[in-house]
């Protein structure tokens, strides 16, 4: 980046508000401007494409830390979230960065359309009124921070005539966004349901949502092992759906999982002790696992 074609020389003032804008250095700063002969929206351009160059040269470096961030709406209508991958963990406490996430989980919980990484990253920022996207502002936090960074995963919930709710772990590596269904689910009730999805990381909502080859398969090992315990084959079916439960159901589903708050008790009967109320989907998110699957890919 040169000043040579223009020959124009930033005042001080100019330099320090297109730092305030972006948070890059003086010297990129004044650069930019010297470049774009003081014209403050061409160089925020120049220094988006510094940042582009510098996404590139940075793909391929692994990103293994990262952050998950929540977005509600002010009426508790619709529920947004991102999962934004970094190289290293401070990064992922950096101010910057937490805006981004911030802002990428905005943007899934308001866009137009079905949230997808694509999208989020096309779209125009909600509120910005500049028209920068999310694409931009992604790489104006690359060129800062000067490593790889990839939007990873968004995704939405909306109440549709239920309610939604959600938990961030306080490390901000794990977190879930639930929708409860009946007359007496409530959007606290949905977070304590989110949380413990978080805890205990279930993969099915209720039993009934189990595919059935994957039960028969269960049910076969388990009986070969009753069988092989010698137990009488009148009561090996029973045993057999006694171990299920408290074995694959309890690993596996979230309504025979432990009550966080009262391990002594199911999610599901702590839920059916508050009345009508039903998990109708959930979403489960952790970075380490994100992570892992990006780099498999």
């Known amino acids: 980046m040169s000043d040579a074609g223009t020959g124009y020389q930033p005042t001080a003032q100019e330099v320090k508000?297109?730092?305030?804008?972006?948070?890059?250095?003086?010297?990129?700063?004044?650069?930019?401007?010297?470049?774009?002969?003081?014209?403050?929206?061409?160089?925020?351009?120049?220094?988006?494409?510094?940042?582009?160059?510098?996404s590139q040269k940075k793909t391929g470096r692994t990103t293994a830390e990262g952050r998950i961030e929540v977005f509600r709406t002010p009426d508790n209508?619709?529920?947004?979230?991102?999962?934004?991958?970094?190289?290293?963990?401070?990064?992922?406490?950096?101010?910057?960065?937490?805006?981004?996430?911030?802002?990428?989980?905005k943007q899934a919980a308001l866009l137009d359309q079905e949230p997808s990484v694509d999208a989020v990253l096309s779209a125009p920022l909600p509120d910005d009124g500049s028209g920068r996207t999310g694409k931009d502002l992604l790489l104006e936090v690359i060129n800062l921070i000067r490593e790889n960074m990839q939007l990873a995963?968004?995704?939405?919930?909306?109440?549709?005539?239920?309610?939604?709710?959600?938990?961030?772990?306080?490390n901000y590596q794990e977190a879930a966004i639930v929708r409860l269904e009946g007359k007496d689910a409530t959007g606290e009730l949905a977070d304590e349901v989110a949380a413990n999805i978080v805890a205990?990381?279930?993969?099915?909502?209720t039993v009934e949502e189990v595919p059935e080859e994957e039960l028969e398969k269960e049910r076969r090992i388990l009986m070969e092992a009753v069988r092989a315990e010698g137990k009488p084959e009148h009561i090996a079916e029973k045993i057999v759906e006694g171990r299920l439960r408290a074995g694959f159901f309890a690993e596996n589903v979230a309504l025979q999982q432990p009550y966080v708050q009262n391990p002594r008790q199911t999610l599901g009967d702590y839920l059916k002790s508050k009345g009508d109320v039903r998990i109708a989907t959930f979403r489960r998110f952790k970075i380490a696992e994100i992570a892992e699957s990006v780099t498999q890919a």
């Open 17 to 54: 508000a297109l730092r305030e804008r972006t948070g890059l250095p003086m010297m990129e700063c004044k650069k930019a401007l010297a470049e774009a002969g003081g014209d403050p929206e061409k160089a925020v351009e120049i220094l988006r494409q510094q940042g582009a160059k510098v």
């Open 77 to 105: 209508a619709v529920v947004g979230v991102a999962v934004v991958l970094c190289e290293q963990a401070p990064t992922a406490r950096n101010e910057k960065f937490v805006q981004l996430v911030k802002a990428f989980a």
């Open 153 to 170: 995963a968004v995704d939405r919930l909306k109440a549709d005539g239920g309610v939604v709710g959600a938990y961030v772990h306080f």
């Open 200 to 205: 205990f990381k279930p993969r099915f909502a």
